[in-house]
């Protein structure tokens, strides 16, 4: 059995590689770059007018003829006189001659003629070549997530596909005969399966679209089967039961039969003591226990930073302080994940913090981090979360 940072380092050491596909931006939902990418063209490649009025080469002259118009995406480039102007709109091209534009706001206008009424600067409303950045400029680092804006700033470039980090394919495989599907009847004796359904929304919370889920019977025949197919297909296979000590608990010893290096069994910690680690090549498994609030805060402390890290964030958990309420001891000697409601700075437990409970977990934004040398908890105290609002 190791400790809570130990674990943590093991899996830390022991990821594979990020994979990554080149991928539309229309089709980029959150995707995370790969590469970092730099500017094609300028933008603006040509000098835009920024607002509606009459661009003129600047002069000081206050009545000004208008000898055309330029609309944005038209091509019209006249040669100027110091008493000449066009009709200009915004995004619209620049005259080579012209250096200036008045709004139309600040102009009279008789037929073909203008009067300013406020002169502008010499260059006002008018955007630069390559003003928000210049063609071979670094525009977008590796790394970054590809929001909204990110689509829409490439598709100024003209960029078409982008190198994103291919999100894992995880496989969710469910142990247990005491299992029933969701729409049937429930016998006597009989759980219905949340672990695995609950696994799968949280993965797909989290960005992970490919997901396999099957369900093992209690044989070492059956799991042994269903753990080889979800490793022909997955980066990551996450079990839910089957792996403590019980007669008819078999994860351990398929892993073992098949060839999945155990890297650790147990951890130092409450909910969650029986969590198995290993790897077999560049597929990671993970076994979870059975009890559903043991395997959701498994899930949240080690599976979903290997999630992150596959794709192309940090592996890290961002842990933040608060201040606790009320008061609580430690008499286990371990580490505990606790549920809690943080708002505010302050944060306090919720009650049913038993580990085949969900009630709770459905109620908190946060895991609160008891170590094993603390014994107790008192109001005032500044201690260690984890933030889970947007994780569940």
């Given at each position: ?18 994979k990554f596909v080149s991928c539309k931006i229309t089709e980029i939902i959150d995707g ?107 525009a977008l680092k590796k790394g970054n997530v590809l929001n909204s804006a990110s689509i ?38 009989k759980i219905y399966d949340s672990n695995t359904l609950m696994l799968q929304s949280v ?190």
């Amino acid at each position: 059995m190791i400790l809570f940072e130990k674990a943590l380092e093991c899996i830390n050491l022991n990821l594979p590689k990020r994979k990554f596909v080149s991928c539309k931006i229309t089709e980029i939902i959150d995707g995370i770059l790969a590469e970092d990418i730099y500017a094609p063209i300028s933008l603006p490649p040509f000098r835009q007018s920024a607002m509606d009025g009459y661009a003129f080469k600047y002069s000081g002259n206050k009545t000004l003829k208008v000898i055309g118009e330029v609309r944005a995406g038209e091509f019209f480039n006249p040669s100027l006189n110091n008493n000449e102007a066009v009709r200009i709109f915004t995004g619209a091209r620049v005259p080579d001659e012209a250096n200036t534009v008045v709004i139309q706001e600040h102009v009279e206008r008789n037929l073909n003629e203008i009067t300013i009424a406020k002169i502008p600067e010499k260059g006002d409303n008018v955007r630069d070549v390559g003003e928000q950045i210049k063609k071979g400029d670094l525009a977008l680092k590796k790394g970054n997530v590809l929001n909204s804006a990110s689509i829409g700033y490439l598709a100024n470039f003209g960029i078409e596909n982008v190198p994103i980090y291919r999100a894992p394919k995880v496989s969710v495989i469910g142990t247990g005969d005491e299992l029933v599907a969701l729409g049937n009847q429930l016998e006597e004796g009989k759980i219905y399966d949340s672990n695995t359904l609950m696994l799968q929304s949280v993965l797909k919370k989290n960005g992970v679209e490919t997901v396999s889920v099957t369900k093992a019977v209690d044989t070492l025949e059956d799991v042994t089967r269903e753990i080889n197919k979800a490793l022909e297909i997955s980066d990551l296979i996450l079990i839910s039961g089957g792996i403590s000590v019980g007669d008819y608990d078999f994860v351990r010893q398929a892993l073992i039969d098949i060839g999945v290096e155990e890297l650790f069994y147990k951890v130092n910690q409450r909910p969650g003591k029986p969590l198995w680690f290993g790897k077999k090549e560049d597929k990671l498994v993970v076994a979870l226990p059975g009890n559903p609030a043991s395997s959701l805060s498994c899930f949240l402390v080690y599976v979903l930073p290997i999630i992150r890290h596959l794709r192309g964030l940090e592996f890290n958990h961002n842990i933040q302080n608060a201040k606790f309420e009320g008061s609580f001891q430690n008499k286990t000697g371990k580490q505990l994940f606790l549920k809690a409601e943080q708002k505010d700075g302050k944060i306090s437990l919720l009650s049913h913090q038993a580990s085949s409970m969900l009630h709770s977990f459905a109620l908190s934004n946060a895991l609160l981090l008891v170590s094993p040398s603390i014994t107790e908890l008192k109001s005032g105290d500044i201690v260690p979360y984890i933030n889970i609002a947007n994780d569940l």
